[in-house]
């Protein structure tokens, strides 16, 4: 079946304009996550989507960052007035409550480029 | 709250060579573990978990096991390939009712070379 998609694949944009990403979960799905990946390091908790709950928007790393889920499948990523620091490969995942040991499927990311 | 600590790598090994990549975890209760891959240019896949302490995840020849004592889950291979090199991400989740947020290790990138 299909798996996670992220769109676009690539995103260049200049700085302090706004962009956004979309990541299509696995259907069924009840839990999405977002990532990011600067060059080099490991993955940065961004937001956790479950069903119906309120997100975990911890990880957001300010108010320019936002994320909506709508009817509980597809997710959006916003950026509002990038920076060049928000250079990184956002990456998308999801996975379901099937007991207590799920695994997360990713997508492929979206490259965003900030210049 | 829960943490991940990974060794720091690059790890470059010689064709055939033995593998090891350390993994050491902080969290209440009984977490389920796993190991996360990402070859060159591509998402994160599975590679393997387990689910309970002395539990074995294998898969693709490598194996790790959940060492509840030691609070570890080691990551070995017994004769790496050049197709093997790929950055490796020890993580956990929680078994604590439906919160499944996924703790990350840094990753360990892993260069395999004839």
């Known amino acids: 079946g299909a798996g996670v998609s992220q769109s676009p694949s690539n995103k260049v944009t200049e700085k302090g304009k706004d962009v956004e990403l979309r990541c299509d979960p696995i259907?069924?799905?009840?839990?999405l996550y977002w990532y990011r990946q600067s060059l080099g390091q490991g993955l940065e908790f961004l937001i956790y989507?479950?069903?119906?709950?309120?997100?975990?928007k911890s990880g957001l790393p300010s108010d320019r960052f936002s994320a909506e889920r709508t009817g509980g499948s597809v997710s959006t990523l916003t950026i509002q007035r990038t920076q060049q620091e928000d250079s990184a490969v956002y990456l998308c995942?999801?996975?379901?409550?099937?007991?207590?040991?799920?695994?997360?499927?990713f997508g492929p990311g979206t490259r965003l480029t900030v210049l | 709250g829960n943490s991940v600590t990974q060794m720091e790598g690059p790890v470059t090994l010689s064709e055939e060579a033995f593998l090891t990549i350390n993994c050491t975890y902080t969290?209440?209760?009984?977490?389920?573990l796993f190991w996360y891959v990402q070859y060159p240019g591509e998402g994160l896949q599975l590679l393997l978990k387990?689910?309970?302490?002395?539990d074995k995840g294998s898969n693709k020849g490598f194996e790790a096991t959940y060492r509840k004592e030691t609070t570890s889950f080691h990551l070995e291979k017994g004769s790496v390939q050049v197709s093997d090199s790929a950055v490796y991400f020890c993580?956990?989740?929680?078994?604590?009712?439906?919160?499944?947020?996924?703790?990350f290790g840094t990753g360990t990138k892993l260069q395999v070379i004839p």
């Open positions: 993580a956990l989740t929680p078994n604590s009712g439906g919160y499944q947020k996924v703790t």
């Open positions: 387990a689910t309970k302490a002395d």
């Open positions: 989507f479950q069903g119906n709950s309120a997100p975990d």
């Open positions: 995942a999801s996975s379901t409550l099937a007991g207590a040991h799920n695994e997360q499927f």
């Open positions: 969290a209440t209760g009984y977490p389920s």
């Open positions: 259907s069924g799905h009840t839990a």
